[in-house]
């Protein structure tokens, strides 16, 4: 399977990755995915081989990986990214590869699902959401508890991660209204708050954090991606922008707010059952751009108010389910 080179869009085809690994439960998977996405895989028992594709970059590499992927003949090849690979591997089915999901098909988990029972017909129902979307491992799942038992977590209080890092600076929300937001949940909600992001995004936490009066805690650095899943299942709510954190929580089911600027939310929101997108409706969003041509106004519109009464919302909305178990 040829997939996705960042996180979040891994997150998003682990869908096909189950699929496909209950079509076919005892066949060798090999995935080729980018140096970003390993570590979201690495390990997983359903995947036998785990290959960096950036390792591969060069002319004369790729034409080693596409060598080393024929002499394991695969029977099913799945490709995610529209490369050359299929050609050499199944070039009497590559038409099949050639195709583009249709635009009526929106969200990027869709059209990769789209793409995978085009490549690979008769396979079946998708897998259903949340079923072992992302492999966590018991060890990965004994030192989130190990965490959670240093900052008082026991279930008295409700968890939640709040997530505002982005790769994009620009699909950030604003710390002031992380900050406002975070104390008001702790204040009012009586929530145990922890944040959480990239070693590369410490700062962004730091600066959060520092504008606080109440106490909350930072994930960063004491937590790999996958062990973020494990906090996130302990989690009764997750807060964050467009970012590889709102894909997980879409992987894992747990109840989130989505902060939404510069990008579209019909193809990379939220995908957990219970969840919230805020966005400010503007002329120029969602404007899929690198860079703001105005002054960031599709993300400073959003209110720290609007964000609060989504996650109370959400809150009140699982006490309720709670009680009707």
Known sequence: MIGPSNIGDAVLAGTVISTVHEAFPDARLTLVVGERATALWAGDPRIHRVVDADAFSAPLARLRLALSLWRDHPQVVVDLRHT????????????????????????LRERY?????????????????????VWVTAKEAAHVETLCRRWGVDGA?????ICPGARSHIKRWTSEGFATVAERLIAEAGACVVFSGE???????EEILGLMHQRAHSAVGLVTVRQVGALMQRARLVITNDSASLHLAGAFQVPTVAIFGPTDASRYGPTAPWRRTIRRRL???????????FHHECMRFISPDDVYEAARDLLKEGERLKVKG
């Open 84 to 107: 050359l690979y299929p050609l050499l591997l199944k070039p009497l089915a590559a038409w099949r590869y050639a195709w583009s999901p249709p635009k009526r098909i929106a969200h």
């Open 113 to 133: 699902l789209w793409m995978l029972h085009r490549q690979v017909p008769g396979l079946g129902a998708a897998a259903a959401p949340g079923q072992g979307v």
């Open 157 to 161: 209080r409700p968890l939640i991660l």
């Open 199 to 205: 070693p590369e995004e410490g700062a962004c936490v």
């Open 283 to 293: 002329f120029c969003a969602p404007c899929e751009q690198p860079l703001c041509r």
